[in-house]
């Protein structure tokens, strides 16, 4: 029997397996291989998230930052640069650093799984019977949708592809009246055009007429015509998936674990699915560990992680909110007026204030292991801060509402002064 199984070989169950490799259990993933092509725009902060999860081979696919366009409220620019993710080679190298690791990454669909507290029995399509104490569920979009969830609005995203001439590689977004696109083109010429829209939208076409709507849609871009040859304007390969947000209100049980897109689906527009993926894989080692190591912290493991979890989904829902609410020029259209609301009026980033900075005991990673610890609540980390570069602030805000900061702050050496000083000055304090 295996120690932990984890279903899903992408950036959240590979940093999962990893993790859990350096804590001395036996690790074994199962994985389809994806079943269409994409490419995805990331940020410098994702590569730098692969490479502190040890995914140096995947970090190191990336293509070099390209241009980005962006054409959205009327108003054009092209400041902003992102790296072009190929997700076949990207997948690939995910693999590739799990067999460097030593991990076994086993190609197989799974048919069923049955779990109870003893453990978990996991059938596979080739007729193999896997069993495991811990599961661990990265399966993405695509996990099943068991127990109660939180969904956004339905979203429908119609990927197309088609390859043109070799050449200089690029991306950009635009704003529609019943939706948006995003676009890219890679270097050896392999083209992506993805159109989100309502899931409900009446002039949607029947399937089969789906490629010609998107040819129909993309000629009607400037856009396209910019960054496209000839071909983008004739009928491409169509991929259909759901981009609807949902959050999972039981990341966890006491012997399984939901992670990535498995545990919290954001909505492409806030440009975080792999960052969000890798930050709930990172804290999952951490959190498995405690459950099967020290069962008495139960309970407190699974808050910690369903809370961030559900603090991680808000705070990109509200990003996308923001920037949907960005663009002005249809407030009336279903699309647009749902989505610039959802899933809250919360600010995205509360106004700091010092009043309101207050201590409290919650769960923290307190090396391999969840722990409870004093930490301090802001407007802005409602989760609570447990320590500044090993600085513990909780100490320093109960001098500071004793009126004993200066005592305190004088028991620092000069360079945890100087950041403590700074964090308070953050928050709103004004000596």
């Known amino acids: 029997m295996t120690d932990v199984l984890i279903l899903g070989a992408g950036p959240a169950g590979a940093a999962v397996a990893l993790g859990l490799q350096r804590l001395g259990f036996g690790v074994r993933l199962v994985s389809e291989w994806r079943r ?25 696919s990336a293509a070099a930052p390209s241009p ?25 190298a995910l693999r590739d650093d799990l067999r460097q690791a030593g991990i076994e990454v086993l190609e197989a669909r799974v048919l069923k799984v049955e779990s109870g507290d003893s453990g978990h029995r996991v059938q596979l399509d080739g007729g193999e ?8 569920e990265a399966r993405g979009r695509s996990a099943p949708l068991a127990g109660g969830r939180l969904r956004g609005p339905e979203t429908l995203s119609l990927l197309n592809q088609w390859r043109d001439a070799p050449g200089r590689p690029g991306s950009a977004v635009e704003s529609l009246p019943d ?30 007429l789906l490629a010609d709507y998107c040819a129909q849609r993309r000629r009607q871009s400037s856009l396209v015509g910019e960054l496209f040859g000839d071909a983008a304007l004739q009928a491409a390969s169509l991929h259909a998936r759901s981009s ?44 498995i560990n405690t459950l099967l190591r020290n069962p008495e912290r139960a309970e407190l493991a699974r808050r910690f992680h369903q809370r961030r979890v559900e603090h991680l989904f808000h705070r990109f829902a509200r990003t996308g909110r923001d920037f949907y609410a960005l663009e002005q020029r249809w407030p009336d259209q279903p699309f647009w007026r749902e989505r610039s609301t959802w899933p809250d009026a ?61 005592e305190a702050l004088a028991g620092l050496a000069p360079e945890a002064r100087r950041k403590v000083q ?10």
């Open 36 to 60: 269409f092509a994409a490419v995805e725009g990331v940020s410098q902060r994702v590569l730098e998230g692969l490479r502190q999860a040890g995914l140096s081979q995947a970090q190191a």
């Open 68 to 92: 980005r366009r962006v054409q959205w409220n009327g108003e054009g620019q092209s400041i902003n640069q992102e790296c072009l993710l190929d997700r076949p080679r990207f997948d690939a």
């Open 129 to 136: 019977v896997l069993s495991a104490d811990f599961l661990v």
């Open 179 to 208: 939706g948006w696109a995003w676009m890219a083109r890679l270097d050896d010429g392999r083209c992506y055009w993805q159109i989100t829209l309502d899931a409900a939208a009446r002039d949607l076409p029947p399937r089969d």
């Open 244 to 287: 609807t947000a949902i959050l999972f209100h039981e990341a966890s049980g006491p012997n399984w674990l939901r992670v990535g897109d498995a545990a919290m689906a954001v909505d492409p527009l806030s440009g975080n699915g792999i960052f969000q993926s890798l930050s709930s894989a990172l804290q999952a080692p951490a959190v």
């Open 346 to 406: 919360e600010p995205l980033h509360a106004e700091a204030d010092i009043g309101r900075l207050r201590v409290e005991r919650a769960p923290v990673i307190q090396g391999d292991l969840i722990e409870e610890r004093e930490v301090v609540i802001t407007a802005d980390q409602p989760l609570g801060v447990w320590h500044l570069d090993g600085t513990e602030l909780a100490p320093i805000v109960r001098a500071l509402q004793a009126g004993r900061l200066g």
């Open 422 to 431: 700074g964090w308070l000055l953050a928050q709103g304090y004004r000596p």
